[in-house]
Every structure is written in C-alpha cells, then in structure tokens.
C-alpha cells in the first residue's frame, strides 16, 4: 500500500503547526496551566493548614470562665485576646474571623456539673476560617472531656465507665492512595491538555483550509481521501500527544515541591507511575483530535470551528462529574468507556496500585477503535462537495 500521499499530508500539517504561533501557544499554556493551578492550590492548603496551628481567640466574657481561658492560653499556638463589644457585628463586617463568647450563666452551671454554654460566632462562608474555628471547637471538646473525667474521678467513678463504646478505626489503604484522592484532579489536567494541545492544528487544516480556499486544490491531488484525513488526523495527533505528556511530566515535577507530610500524607512518584499514567493517557490523544476533526469539518469558518471545539474541550470534565454522582471504579466494564476508562485508571495509578495489563489494554484498544471511526467518518464528511464548498 503506497502511503506517500498520507505521509506528505502529515509532514505538511506538522509543518505548518509548528510555524504556527497559536498552535504553539495553545501546546505550551495547556501544559503549563495544570501544573501552576496544582502547586498554587497545594500552596494555598499548606498556608492554610499552617495558619490553623497558630490562632487568636477574641474571648467575650473571659472572666466569667478564667480556668477555661488559662487552659486554652497554655495550648500550644493559641494566643487569647479580648473578644469585641458586638461580636455578631465584628464577624458580620469581617473585623474577627470568629469569636468566643462566654454567657453569664456559665459559672452557675458549671459549678452545678451541667453543660455549661459556650458560644463560636463565625462565619461559615469565610473560607479561611474554618480551619481555625475547627480547632477551636476541637480544643473546647477536648477540655470538657477532660472536665467530665475529673469529675468522674473525683466521684470514684472510673472515665471509663461515661465510654459505652471504644471506636477503633482500621485504615487499609496507604497514604499514597489517600493522597491521590486528593491528586485526582491531575488527570482531569492532562486530559484536557491532550484537547487543548491538538486544538489549533486540527481547525487549521479542516475549516482554515476551507476558508482559505487551500483545500479544494489539496484533494485534487490522485491521494486516497483517507490518507489526506489520516495525515491532518495524525499531525494533531502529535501536538496532543505533546501536551499531554509535557502537562503530565510538570505536574509531577511540580508536586516534588509540595509538602505531603504537612496534611498527612506521602506521595512517590517512580517509573512505573509515569509509565502507567502515559499509558493510560496518550491513548486519548488519539480521540481527542479525531472528535476535533469531524467537529471541525462540518464548521464554516474558522472561527466558528472555534466556538464549537470550545465546547469539546470541556468533554474531559465528564469524568469528575460522573464520579461525583456515581462513584465508579476501574473495572472492566468501565475501562472500555473513552475518557472515564483513562480518568479511573489514572487515579488508580496515581495511588500506588496501577490495575493490570488487561484494563490498560481495553481502554487503549476501545479508544483507538473510536478514534479510527471517527477519522472514517471525517473521510467520509470529505468526498461531500456541501462540505468542501460550503464557505
């Protein structure tokens, strides 16, 4: 079989690709997105996480609960300041991040052993602050455990005896796994960096050309019609496969940077992780131009290709969503399924537990499949003369 004419098309195609500016600067910003959003929002956490250990209780109504306040003023990274005339309406103009009041009849009660009334005024919409009100509330909880076990004891009641159940949690999975629970964006990261990267070549050469009045001279040419699809197919091809592989590659080198031990968790990166989120990815770097292609070819313009492929570009969110609603796991019957087969195959991996050969190769096989019919379909849309002429 003489596939000159298809490998003339794909030199052409990647030629004119990297000649183009925007081609490039599609390629570049999608592979640089992902990582920059990673390690800024890894940042934010820690800062976050950090800025919890070390808090300012404004207290109204200190001297109404002096032991309370002495206890919380020797705990580590807690500092005690005198709470506002109107706490409702400091947290409500954002002048206190939240407030502790102490109401008047808190010694009464607290002398009688009953639950003596404390009261946190935050504002639950401030993001910011709940780490903080959380470990004021979980400081409180622990100082009225403490109480209720002095009184127990000074009763001659054991502790023990207010504890009807001793809880002991068994955790199975490895902090690697549970670290790539919160890893599993990345994925969605490198999927999309394969549409955006494959983007602008696969709308130059089907409704640019058309536009430019290029294409009808190009068919002309005595070269089969799919070599001509299959050449501008796997020119795209190559731009996503890129992308995806440069998203993927930043973003781990990215994450060496992040301090897994400050939220307590602990992420390795090896070989076989790469080579198995590779694996799992670039195969969608085969569908990705192919669905851009046939989108593309029923466009006009260039610009309305544009508008459409927009569109595309937001298939490799499907996955979160799916999940979200349906928690699914890599399995068999989901491996087949294009996009979501990669994304659960790819958090699995992410977790230290890549699944087996078998799963790589159903999700790799089926996406292909697809990407194969939709070039046929794309060669097809080619010999309409609606489609070559319709400008």
Known sequence: MNLHGGRAVFAKELMDGLRDRRAIFSV???????????????????????????????????????????????????????????PRAAVQNREEEYVLVIPGDFAEKFSKAMPAPVKIISDSSRQTARPKVQRLRQLLARYSEEIGSLRLISRGLSPLAARTLRIDEVEISSAQQRAATILSFIPMFILMGAFVGGMQVATDSTAGERERGSLEPLLLNPVPRWQIVGGKWLASVMFAGVSASLTLLLCLFGLQYVDFQEF??????????????????????????????????FARSFKEAQSYLTLVVLLPLLPGFAITFYPMT???????????GQYLIANDTLGGKPPGLLLHLIAG??????????????TRLFERERIIFGR
């Open 330 to 340: 890599s399995s068999v019957w989901t491996s087949p399924i294009p996009i979501i």
């Open 264 to 297: 307590g968790l602990r992420f390795r990166m090896g070989p076989e992780i790469v080579g198995g989120l590779l694996a799992c990815i670039l195969p969608v770097a085969l569908l990705a131009p192919a669905v851009q292609v046939v989108v593309a070819t």
């Open 28 to 86: 570049v910003v999608s592979a640089v997105l992902g990582p920059a959003l990673v390690l800024f929002m890894f940042n934010r956490m820690a800062v976050r996480q950090r800025a919890a250990q070390e808090i300012k209780v404004p207290v109204v109504g200190a001297e109404r609960a002096q032991a309370l306040v002495d206890w919380l003023r020797q705990q580590p990274g807690v500092e005690i300041t005198a709470g506002p005339k109107d």
């Open 365 to 378: 096989f089926s996406t292909l499949a697809l990407a194969l019919l939709l070039v046929m379909v794309a």
